[in-house]
């Protein structure tokens, strides 16, 4: 189930415990949040909403900040329910919402038009016109309306803070294992298979090609891959992640070849999972020992993939 924060919630999800984040990544850290936030509402009786940002905050003061998501709406709204979510609550970030005060932000919409009893978030939670609150900020403003509020601190891993910085750092340097155990899964783009110029067909090797659209671009290169069709069914593969240097024009597609498959993917939604890097992209002086590479990279990935 998912609502709009423009419109008041329906009746029975009113009187909510409310996890208030953006969630991207939904990584440990994100999890702690909407874990206190779903026992808390599960030991009164009451609904279980996590609550998120579309766009990103950056999106609208920087819209020219590179693409940086990495979860889109529909990925996260899996997430929240396997968490234990009633519901996904999505803040629409535009203009209105940014000039938003504190005050107004908890009064009028969590209290008035949501109507929520409690709130969770984590410690370094800011919201309102120039972020002019914070968790100080909403136990003060909440206890005057009744509105009850609890934080949830920082998940340590390897001395550091686990946050969505830490993971776009992780994918931007080609390390998607580190990615994996801050988010508990891997990295995933979903998309819609797309026509292309048929050449990996050519060579032995067909793709499904998918644009990466929003999602932070990963370090260019190869992958062992997963991924999950509409069906259901797990494939396994290697993904070439780039621009394509041997062929012209540059084009950036995310291309994974799937082993021991043969059927029409074209126009159906896939979720590709980056579980290992194998190496960057590279140009070669033919056809012949590009496709002797790729047959590399496959036998690695069928490797690295085995215990999947």
Not at 20 to 44: I, M, S, T
Not at 200 to 227: C, D, E, H, K, S
């Amino acid at each position: 189930m998912r609502f709009d924060a423009r419109q008041a919630l329906p009746d029975a999800y009113r009187g909510a415990i409310i996890a208030l984040g953006n969630f991207d990544g939904f990584h440990l850290g994100h999890q702690a949040v909407a874990r206190a936030a779903v026992e808390w509402a599960r030991a009164e009786g009451r609904p279980a909403i996590i609550a998120t940002f579309d766009p990103h905050p950056v999106r609208h003061f920087q819209p020219d900040t590179p693409h940086f998501r990495l979860t889109t709406l529909d990925q996260r709204e899996v997430l929240f329910a396997a968490a234990g979510a009633d519901a996904m609550l999505v803040f629409h970030f535009d203009a209105e919402l940014a000039g938003t005060t504190a005050a107004d932000f908890v009064g009028a919409l969590l209290v008035g038009r949501l109507g929520a009893a409690g709130v969770v978030t984590g410690q370094d939670f800011t919201f309102g016109k120039a972020r002019g609150g914070n968790v100080e900020v909403l136990a003060q403003l909440g206890a005057t309306l009744g509105l009850r509020t609890r934080t949830v601190g920082p998940v340590m891993i390897g001395g550091e803070v686990v946050s969505s910085s830490r993971i776009r750092d992780a994918l931007t340097s080609g390390d998607p294992t580190t990615a994996t155990r801050l988010m508990t899964r891997p990295f995933a783009v979903r998309g819609s298979v797309q026509h292309g110029d048929k050449v990996g067909r050519t060579i032995g090797f067909p793709t499904a090609n998918l644009a990466m659209g929003n999602y932070l671009r990963p370090r260019y290169g190869i992958y062992a891959v997963t991924a999950r069709l509409a069906d259901g069914r797990l494939l396994k593969g290697a993904a070439n992640l780039g621009v394509r240097p041997m062929f012209d024009p540059p084009k950036e597609l995310l291309e994974p070849h799937f082993f021991d498959f043969s059927g029409d993917l074209y126009g159906q939604d896939i979720e590709v999972a980056f579980h290992h890097f194998l190496r960057g992209e590279w140009a070669f002086d033919s056809l012949d020992a590009l496709m002797a590479q790729i047959a590399k990279d496959c036998d690695e990935a069928r490797h690295l993939l085995a215990d999947i």
